[in-house]
């Protein structure tokens, strides 16, 4: 699956230590990279089946589902199936920062 740029909404960098989950499987560790309101871009280093639905969750947060669009190495674009609302996109970024200014 190749890359293409088709964003909705800029994404903003961000380091957080998350955990994916395909459905039936257990979960794993992931690093999200960047966030933006419809979906993330993370590194993981357990090879994940694309086109599939995923759980993500993050810290204090509950699972969101989202869809893998794209596939690089262990880097994978990630859309929500339901996008987030800006205050909590705000809080997490906030929360989050990237060091990588």
């Known amino acids: ?13 961000v ?3 998350a955990e ?9 560790e992931a ?10 871009r993370m590194r ?5 089946t694309g086109e599939k639905h995923i759980f993500m969750t993050l810290p204090s ?8 669009c794209w ?4 880097y994978y674009g990630c859309e929500f199936v339901k996008s987030l609302y800006p205050a909590v996109f705000d809080h997490i970024v906030t929360s989050f920062p990237s060091l990588k200014q």
Not at 1 to 13: A, E, I, L, P, W
Not at 44 to 48: I, S, Y
């Open 71 to 74: 596939i690089e190495g262990d």
């Open 61 to 68: 947060f509950t699972a969101l589902e989202s869809r893998i």
């Open 31 to 40: 690093h999200i990279l960047d966030l933006s309101l419809t979906g993330f």
């Open 20 to 28: 994916v989950r395909e459905p039936g499987l257990g979960r794993v």
């Open 44 to 48: 993981c280093m357990t090879r994940l």
């Open 1 to 13: 699956m190749k890359r293409g740029d088709h964003r909705v909404s800029s994404r903003t960098g």
């Open 15 to 17: 380091e957080i230590r």
